[in-house]
């Protein structure tokens, strides 16, 4: 077929103990974005890793443009007009903006220049190519995750790129940053370049797919045009299996209040008004970036400054929670929506990782019982459907979301009272979405009370029995089950509506 930019045929790529890629194939055209789908390690990330020179695959090999080609690292696919925007992204923190848009590109000429005829040839890529302000001086550390991706897109148009992957983009993004992204790959498009686009959000295809390709377990199982598909189609072949419900059916025994909190303040725009918790309930915390959830949670477990009016737990006044340890003991369990910072000890093992934050449970004075702990960890490997290799793999070779659920494993085992979710199925597949759920379920059941933060609206309506809207760092809505309805929470998340709270 004409206009075919990049084909990678055959490809396999084993791991000691995991079959990552297997026989894999696709192509991609000029001025098309294809969309890659899949559950969580089936294998996507691992190929664009060996598009991009990070791996070299077993079997298999990559033609541009009709050329066999073979490429051994990241800078030979620069080269050849290849870029990747990963999540966790290849820029150079330390370097400043210009340095990293020349990276290993710096032509004689430019030696010749003086610095600022660089950096105004920077500025010049930034504005044209994404249009984007940023001082070329900037060092990348200070620059947001969106600028950070902006500047991995213009270094590949800038030096003629033809190809740019994006593996989960959008996983940290504001509505807003999103929507610019969107733009700039609509645009890229219209310029002939093929994109790779990775999500587990299917909804994002709507505006951006022209086809897709679904893999599972590392295999090939189909490309088609994106209109001729719907997204229950795809997850069906992500899965394998009919997925009908998204959200589990649950009857849930809602109980006594085991959790009051009066209220919560800090020295900036935090002025959240009273929470309160039952015995087996799950509240939703809902509201636009920005609107104060995360914040507030973090001043109540003690990681952060600011001031909490009154803790009531399980009928008992307890004192003002000094820290994040204390807070673990009283039987409070945040679960940050911050992948990397929640310290997922990436040279350390599953087992270990799942078992760091619950050791009191698996010991006897001081001494743990390794047999415990492992029995605990398998538990959650089998329930959370963890796809690895053994116990003793490293928690850095996961992938993605896998890494994510071993995080869900280790706050789940502290045995916690209160359980605090903050967007706890971040690029997490649709299958596994729904094993999260019934566990959270099931948590409920144990008498667990759980709050549940997600800036996705259908996960905390699906979810919630109640919920709390906030909109800039104050309660704006209480909402019982008969409310919680998507255009209501939007209306207060946004302003429109209002209750009169907080
Ligand atoms: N360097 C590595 N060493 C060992 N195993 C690895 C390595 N990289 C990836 N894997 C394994 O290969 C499989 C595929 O992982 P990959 O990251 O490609 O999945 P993915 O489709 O991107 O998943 P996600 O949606 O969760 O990001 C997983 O089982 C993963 O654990
Ligand atoms: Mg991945």
Not at 70 to 78: C, M, Q, V
Not at 469 to 485: M, S
Request: aromatic fraction near 4%; proline fraction near 2%; charged fraction near 30%.
């Amino acid at each position: 077929m004409e206009n075919i930019l990049l084909e990678m045929k055959g490809i396999t790529k084993s791991f000691p103990g995991v079959h990552a890629l297997d026989n894999f194939s696709f192509n991609l055209r000029s001025g098309e974005v294809h969309a890659l789908v899949g559950e969580n390690g089936a294998g996507k990330s691992t190929l664009m890793k060996i598009l991009y020179g990070v791996y070299t695959p077993d079997e298999g090999e990559i033609l541009m443009e009709g050329k066999r080609v073979t490429i051994k690292n990241p800078s030979e696919a620069l080269k050849l007009g290849i870029g990747e925007v990963f999540q966790e992204l290849n820029v150079c923190l330390q370097l400043d903006v210009t340095n990293n848009i020349f990276i290993g590109n710096l032509k004689t000429k430019h030696h010749l220049v003086d610095d600022n005829a660089l950096r105004e040839e920077t500025r010049k890529i930034l504005r044209d190519t994404v249009g984007m302000d940023v001082e070329p001086t900037a060092l990348v550390r200070t620059l947001s995750i969106a600028q950070r991706q902006m500047i991995e897109i213009a270094k590949v148009v800038s030096r003629g790129g033809k190809i740019v992957v994006f593996d989960e983009p959008t996983t940290s993004l504001t509505k807003e940053e999103t929507n610019h992204l969107i733009n700039i790959i609509k645009k890229l498009k219209k310029q002939g370049m093929g994109i790779i686009y990775i999500t587990h959000r299917l909804e994002e295809l709507t505006i951006l797919a022209d086809r897709v390709t679904v893999m599972r377990d590392g295999k090939y199982i189909r490309t088609m045009d994106y209109a001729d598909t719907t997204n229950e189609e795809l997850v069906n072949l992500m899965v394998g299996r009919e997925m009908t419900e998204k959200y589990p059916v649950y009857q849930r025994k809602i109980g006594e209040e085991i959790l009051h909190v009066k209220g919560i303040r800090d020295k900036g725009n935090i002025n959240i008004g009273e929470i309160v918790v039952r015995k087996g309930e799950i509240v939703g915390m809902a509201g636009l970036v920005g609107a104060g959830r995360t914040e507030s949670m973090r001043i109540l477990i003690g990681a952060d400054k600011g001031e909490v009016d009154e803790i009531v737990l399980f009928g008992k006044k307890i004192s003002r929670l000094q820290n994040v340890h204390k807070s673990i003991e009283s039987g409070i369990v945040y679960m940050t929506e911050d992948r990397k910072a929640d310290g997922l000890a990436l040279p350390l093992n599953i087992e270990k990782n799942i078992s760091i934050a619950s050791l009191k449970r698996f010991s006897k004075r001081g001494i743990v019982n390794a047999k415990k702990a492992d029995e605990n960890a398998w538990e959650y490997v089998k329930n959370l459907k963890i796809k690895i290799s053994g116990l003793e793999q490293e928690a850095k070779l996961l992938s993605g979301g896998n890494q994510q659920k071993v995080i869900l494993a280790k706050w789940m085992s502290c045995n916690p009272k209160i359980l605090i979710f903050d967007e706890p199925t971040k690029g997490i597949d649709v299958g596994a979405k729904y094993e999260i759920y019934k566990l959270i379920n099931e948590l409920s059941d144990a008498g667990m009370g759980i709050i549940l933060i997600s800036s996705d609206l259908p996960e905390v309506i699906g979810m919630s029995d109640r919920v709390y809207v906030y909109r800039e760092g104050r309660t704006v809505a209480e909402l019982d089950q008969t409310e919680i309805e998507a255009s209501n929470i939007m209306q207060y998340a946004t302003g429109i509506k209002k209750q009169g709270k907080g």
